[in-house]
C-alpha cells in the first residue's frame, strides 16, 4: 500500500501499549486471529484469566496458533505437532524430539486494564520499561470498534481536534489538555485517550495501528467516545497541534535503554612506563 503524502518518513507503529481486544471477545483456553502492528497474531486468554498475545505462526514449521492452538495456565500448545511453549515464549515440549534451545514463540507484553486486553508493541521484541496506562476509569461501557485509514499519530489528532483542543503540556509519556467542552482530556503513551467529562464520567479511546496506514479505533465508557473528525484541515500535515506532534514522535523510536558500547580497554589503557 502507498503510504498517504506526509507520512512516509514516520514509522507506522510506535513504540507502546495499545488496545487489541476487550476480555470478554476473546476465547478461554484458545487462541484467536488478530491482526495488529502489520502482523498476523493470535490472543486468547488462560483459564486463570491471563491474556495472550504471540506471534500467530508456530517457529517449528510453521503452523497457524490462532487455527486451533491450545492456550492453559502455564503454555500455549500448537495444533499440528503439539509443541509446548511457555507464556514467556520458550519451547518447554517438542513431542518425541530434542527440545531446542534456539526455538522460541514471539511473546508480546500483555495486560489487561478494566476488561480491555493492551500489548506492548517494541522494537525487535524489547520489553517495557513500565506498565500501561493508569487510568482513571478502565471503561465498563459498551465497546464501540470502527476502522480508520491513516497514521496513528493523524488519528489521534483527529480526536483531539475533534473535541476542541488547542494545545496542552506534555509530562513524560503524557500529553495534558482541556477539551472545547471544560473536560480533561489526557493522552497516554501513542495509543490511548483519557476524557474526564465535567459530570464525572470518562471516556477511554484507544487508537491500534493494524497494517501500517489503517487503524482501529476502539471507544470504552459509560457515554459515546470522542469522535473522529470528518475531515482534516487543510494546514493538518504541518500546523494542527504543532506541540503534540513533536511530543507524539518520542514515541517513534525505541523506549529501551540504548546499551552502552562494548570497548576492548586499549583505548583507554595506559601505555607501560619504558624499562
Not at 31 to 54: E, Q
Not at 191 to 205: A, K, P, Q, S
Not at 215 to 225: D, I, K, N, T, Y
Request: glycine fraction near 14%; include cysteine; aromatic fraction near 6%.
Amino acid at each position: 500500500m502507498t503510504p498517504p503524502e506526509g507520512i512516509a518518513h514516520r514509522p507506522p507503529f510506535p513504540v507502546g501499549w495499545f488496545a487489541v481486544a476487550a476480555l470478554d471477545e476473546i476465547p478461554v483456553g484458545a487462541l484467536m486471529p488478530l491482526a495488529a502492528f502489520g502482523r498476523d497474531l493470535a490472543v486468547g486468554s488462560a483459564p486463570g484469566g491471563r491474556a495472550l498475545v504471540t506471534d500467530s505462526v508456530c517457529p517449528h514449521l510453521g503452523a497457524d496458533l490462532a487455527a486451533g492452538g491450545r492456550i492453559d495456565d502455564g503454555q500455549v500448545v500448537c495444533p499440528l505437532h503439539e509443541w509446548c511453549f511457555s507464556h514467556a515464549g520458550a519451547c518447554v515440549s517438542s513431542g518425541s524430539e530434542p527440545l531446542p534451545a534456539a526455538i522460541s514463540l514471539r511473546v508480546w507484553p500483555t495486560e489487561v486494564v478494566g476488561g480491555t486486553v493492551l500489548a506492548f508493541n517494541g522494537r525487535d521484541g524489547e520489553v517495557p520499561a513500565a506498565g500501561p496506562p493508569d487510568l482513571t476509569s478502565g471503561g465498563g461501557g459498551e465497546d464501540r470498534v470502527g476502522g480508520r485509514d491513516g497514521h496513528p499519530e493523524d488519528v489521534v489528532v483527529d480526536l483531539l481536534l475533534a473535541a476542541g483542543v488547542n494545545d496542552g503540556t506534555a509530562d513524560g509519556d503524557r500529553w495534558s489538555t482541556r477539551a472545547g467542552d471544560g473536560a480533561t482530556v489526557v493522552v497516554h503513551g501513542p495509543g490511548t485517550i483519557e476524557h474526564c467529562r465535567l459530570n464525572g464520567t470518562t471516556d477511554v479511546v484507544y487508537v491500534t495501528p493494524v497494517d501500517g496506514f489503517a487503524v482501529l479505533v476502539r471507544s470504552v465508557g459509560p457515554v459515546p467516545g470522542i469522535a473522529t473528525a470528518s475531515d482534516r484541515p487543510a494546514s493538518a500535515a504541518t500546523g494542527d497541534l504543532p506541540g503534540f506532534r513533536s511530543w507524539y514522535r518520542r514515541f517513534d523510536a525505541s523506549s529501551a535503554p540504548r546499551p552502552r558500547p562494548v570497548r576492548s580497554g586499549r583505548r583507554n589503557r595506559r601505555d607501560a612506563p619504558a624499562g
